[in-house]
């Protein structure tokens, strides 16, 4: 068994970015037998057996070596394999070195340009509380930002749960008609349950929620508010042009009055990258570079 996440990982690069299974097989650091069984169980044709090569016998202890001394040379590895009993050419074998070995690891930096449909950013925001009947509720704002266009998705909740998380996902998908490609989350609960160093475990209802749409799961780096700026900002616009002076009936109302400040003044303002353009217009450029909604519903 794989972890889910590996697995939704595997149908996301298969199917939206049309990885071939060796590069997904390569990039992921996985078999080339993992890739095709987990697209098979999605419903992918069973493909042609590849041909056998010499050097399938040793891959166990290639990976293995390469994953405790990662910067080994390809020359010293082709001698410890001979010794062994492998009789392949070199040149073949340096080629499948340079496929199998783990890249260095290297900080992670969030580059704030974004492509029109690749990122959108989403956060929950504390509005007050709300006295129902004999209860105190918090007031939480569901808020999910494109980074491109910058349009606003804005929906209350009284509950900050893992179901009113999704559910805010599901409204802003269907208000956009299209998924973004990658979400960046920060390190909410509803997203990410544990996280020690670069070890992420995720929320397994979120990873099959993204599963279904086919969308990557990405934190942002803790201590890394510049990857998460657009959100931030879009919360703190809604605190200052949305929020004052607002009166509503009940729930529904307010976010009646959520949706219309969305579709009007949200999308009627400048935006960022070129003031003389709007959200809306832009948007229009964005939005059939959105992954389509899955036929079925989650």
Known sequence: MIPRDLEAEILRLHHVE?????????????????????????????????????IDPYLPFILDTL????RLP???????CRERGYRGNPDHFRHMIARHRPERPKEAFLRMTALPGQYGQVDWGHFGKLQIGRA???????????AYSRRIFLRFYLDQRTSSFLRGHVA???????????LLYDNLKSAVLERRGDAIRFNPLLVDFARHHRY?????????????GRVERAIRYIRTSFWPARSWRDLDDL???????????AMDRAWPGDRTRTVADVFAEEQPRLLSLPEAAY
Request: with cysteine; glycine share 6%; aromatic share 8%.
């Open 74 to 80: 390809a020359s010293r590895l082709y001698v410890m």
């Open 172 to 182: 802003a998908f269907d208000a956009w008609n299209g998924v973004p490609r990658t």
């Open 136 to 146: 105190v509720r918090a007031l939480m704002a569901f808020v999910m930002v494109l």
């Open 67 to 70: 994953h405790r001394y990662p």
């Open 18 to 54: 049309k990885w071939k299974v060796g590069t997904i097989a390569a990039q992921l650091g996985v078999h080339h037998d993992v890739v095709r069984r987990v697209l098979q169980q999605d419903g992918m044709p069973q493909s042609r057996p590849q041909r056998p090569s010499r």
């Open 216 to 228: 990557e799961i990405r934190p942002v780096a803790v201590a890394r508010g510049n990857e998460k």
């Open 255 to 265: 976010n009646d009055q959520a949706t219309d400040w969305c579709d009007s003044h």
